[in-house]
T-cell receptor, first 116, second 113 residues
Framework: AQKVTQAQTEISVVEKEDVTLDCVYETRDTTYYLFWYKQPPSGELVFLIRRNSFDEQNEISGRYSWNFQKSTSSFNFTITASQVVDSAVYFCALSEAPAGNTPLVFGKGTRLSVIA | DGGITQSPKYLFRKEGQNVTLSCEQNLNHDAMYWYRQDPGQGLRLIYYSQIVNDFQKGDIAEGYSVSREKKESFPLTVTSAQKNPTAFYLC????????????FGSGTRLTVV
């Protein structure tokens, strides 16, 4: 069965610090997709990244970077030089098929607070 | 602009009453989903629909019902059988192999009074 674990419930950092959010997943499939979403105080989840199981290249998008390691079943998310606007709940999610009609399984989320 | 509209944003229900949450999308997505969010619990799947006139139960379907009569609409009814309905409800939609995953609505916060 699929499972996503985000062990960090809450993290607080001071602005400009780097922070890493951990995500560990379980799946029996060899083909799967991993996601990160951001949920700001407004409530709507915002898509950040999708990564398939055959692509282990790390990705960088501005201050955001993702480290995918199949050997440890992890898909960690790092924010460099954090800002107050990064304060949100971040969810990691897993799908065992192309993320079209198959429901995503979400972790419990990590609440990040960035203090000015 | 295309997107998903959930209404109302806040909803209050008396114990024993049924209540329906609206979810409408104009993205031409085939699949739609309902998730429930409780503090510290993440998002849990209630129901999903891959095509009009068809839907499947998720992990916590008891006490809920849905319909999918139109591609654009996927309303969720919280029935009196749901013992603890106070939560934040999120609707989402998707198309197959979408690189952007799901598109989410802004949610409905339901409170039982």
């Amino acid at each position: 069965a699929q499972k996503v674990t985000q062990a960090q419930t809450e993290i607080s950092v001071v602005e400009k610090e780097d922070v890493t959010l951990d995500c560990v997943y379980e799946t029996r499939d060899t083909t799967y997709y991993l996601f990160w979403y951001k949920q700001p105080p407004s409530g709507e989840l915002v898509f950040l990244i999708r990564r398939n199981s055959f692509d282990e290249q790390n990705e960088i998008s501005g201050r955001y970077s993702w480290n995918f390691q199949k050997s440890t079943s992890s898909f960690n998310f790092t924010i460099t030089a954090s800002q107050v606007v990064d304060s949100a709940v971040y969810f990691c999610a897993l799908s065992e098929a192309p993320a079209g009609n198959t429901p995503l399984v979400f972790g419990k989320g990590t609440r990040l607070s960035v203090i000015a | 602009d295309g997107g998903i509209t959930q209404s109302p944003k806040y909803l209050f229900r008396k114990e024993g009453q049924n209540v329906t949450l609206s979810c409408e999308q104009n993205l031409n997505h085939d699949a739609m989903y309902w998730y429930r969010q409780d503090p510290g619990q993440g998002l849990r799947l209630i129901y999903y629909s891959q095509i009009v006139n068809d839907f499947q139960k998720g992990d916590i379907a008891e006490g809920y019902s849905v319909s999918r009569e139109k591609k654009e609409s996927f309303p969720l009814t919280v029935t009196s059988a749901q013992k603890n309905p106070t939560a934040f409800y999120l609707c989402a939609s998707s198309i197959p192999a979408a690189n952007y995953g799901y598109t989410f609505g802004s949610g409905t916060r339901l409170t039982v009074v």
